[in-house]
């Protein structure tokens, strides 16, 4: 029915339309997309697939992050354009376009859809028509984690998401409920994850008792040795594709990881970065000439690699760019480390249609998206990350067999609970750590004013 809705408006009469497909994991979005992507192209037509992350991408058909095959600008401002001339090849391929798919649409800030409509509208030629007249399908799960503001307070997260878009009442929303990958005796599991998911067992102060069997004992150690049995042994690719670790805050990721780096067999590398840095050229005070290496190698920023990368062969990592998104190197790919030398690093990816291709990473130069320091940084590193454990916002869009979650620092937003516990679909592969004296309970952050009507299983 979804299908037939959203094909009808591409095929039959004048085309155009906007609709969102909204379903929680397993609900078959990812199906959708690629039915309606093969029965768009089977008739010589053209449809987009874009995803809001790298990870996301990779799982649909000649998939691109929107911010690549729409030119999105960075930052995105309430008067950008995209940044696609009007006569060239691009902006072409969007005249001719009949279809744009657009998954994990609610973790983008609003004003992207917003300047694509506008853009479009004019690139087409056809200002008086939504997205100028060109069927565009968003998708996604309003329980997840919302769009990112740095610093942005709850009124700011909510205002900047697509629900509370100029867009929102001209969609046309399809529901999917029932799962389609839970067995039977998981039910009751999912159907948990759907009330954690709009709140129904969490209390006025955000409190959430967890299942007595989720839990794990109070150490570190107990939450590793559940999640990765045997890690001091040589261990397959396989092995670091089915499982992870999952923290709320960058600094406790580090810190796992580093102590699952020193129980993995093999001699450490470290990989140490070139940095520099130059002033800013908005105003902003500060002599770029006063940072010393040591100083500038002592920064952590979220989305840059650490100056300090110590890896080991066999360990794995996750690509923290779009490098080659066709030959599925994008950011959020995970991959085991092969070779290590001075100038690149050999990984195997994981995971996806690219499992087992060997690819090279180089050193490029990257700065942060942000503008939060007095000067300009220039990281000269490897894109990677140790991946035995991430962050819960870098693991949204991935599906694991075994998960552990590592709850001693409580989660601090939306959804952040909800998509943990949520990346695989038994309860009985879900650990958790808790501090001690936690009595089982934890945080779930709900902003219910983001949410659509619940669902049931």
């Known amino acids: 029915m979804a299908c037939q809705q959203i094909l009808a408006s591409v095929f039959e009469g004048a085309p155009g339309g906007a609709f969102f497909v909204e379903g929680p994991g397993g609900t078959g979005k990812t199906f959708v997309y690629h039915t309606l992507c ?16 790298g990870i996301a991408a990779l799982l649909l058909e000649g998939g691109r992050t929107a911010h690549s095959m729409l030119a999105i600008p960075i930052p995105i401002l309430p008067d950008s354009s995209l940044n696609i001339p009007k006569q060239s090849h691009k902006a072409e391929l969007l005249r001719q376009a009949d279809l744009i798919l657009w998954d994990e649409a609610p973790m983008q800030d609003k004003l992207c859809a917003e300047t694509v409509d506008q853009s479009l509208r004019d ?9 100028g007249g060109l069927t565009v399908v968003f998708g996604g799960d309003f329980q997840q984690i919302p769009p990112v503001i740095v610093h942005g307070s709850k009124p700011r997260i909510i205002a900047s998401s697509l629900r509370r878009s100029v867009l929102w009442d001209q969609l046309c929303v399809v529901r999917l409920t029932q799962n389609m990958r839970v067995l039977p005796e998981e039910l009751s599991w999912m159907q948990w994850l759907l009330d954690v998911g709009h709140g129904r067992h969490t209390s006025e102060t955000a409190d959430i008792i967890l299942p007595e069997a989720l839990c794990v004992g109070s150490d570190v150690k107990d939450l590793i040795a559940a999640v990765y049995p045997d890690l001091e042994q040589r261990q397959p690719p396989e092995y670091f594709m089915d499982r992870t670790i999952i923290a709320p805050h960058n600094d406790s990721v580090d810190l796992l990881n580093q102590a699952m780096l020193s129980v993995l067999p093999g001699n450490v590398h470290t990989c140490w970065s070139a940095d520099s840095a130059s002033d800013r050229d908005d105003g902003v005070q500060g002599d770029s000439r006063n940072y010393t290496s040591d100083f500038l ?7 840059l690699p650490l100056a300090r990368l110590e890896l080991k062969t066999g360990a794995p990592v996750m690509v923290l760019r779009n490098i080659d998104p066709a030959n599925g190197l994008c950011n959020g790919t995970r991959g085991i480390v092969l070779n290590i030398s001075r100038r690149c690093v050999q990984i195997s990816i ?4 690219h499992h087992g291709q060997k690819c090279f990473i180089p050193r490029i130069t990257l700065t942060p998206s942000t503008e939060s320091l007095p000067f300009i940084l220039r990281r000269r590193q490897f894109p990677l990350r140790l991946a035995f454990a991430m ?3 870098k693991s949204q869009g991935q599906s694991v067999q075994t998960v552990g979650l590592d709850l001693r620092r409580p989660v601090f937003g939306h959804g952040q609970f909800y998509v943990a516990v949520s990346r695989c679909t038994s309860g009985s592969r879900v650990k958790v750590l808790l501090p001690p004296n936690a009595n089982y309970k934890t945080k779930n952050i709900v902003w219910k004013e983001l949410l659509l009507s619940p669902l049931n299983v």
């Open 123 to 131: 690139i087409r030629a056809q200002p008086d028509r939504l997205f």
């Open 350 to 353: 994981i995971g996806g249609a």
């Open 391 to 393: 962050s819960i916002n």
């Open 297 to 303: 190698q002592s920064l952590n920023i979220s989305g």
């Open 38 to 53: 093969h029965a768009v192209r089977a008739r010589g037509k053209i449809a987009l697939c874009v995803a809001s992350s």
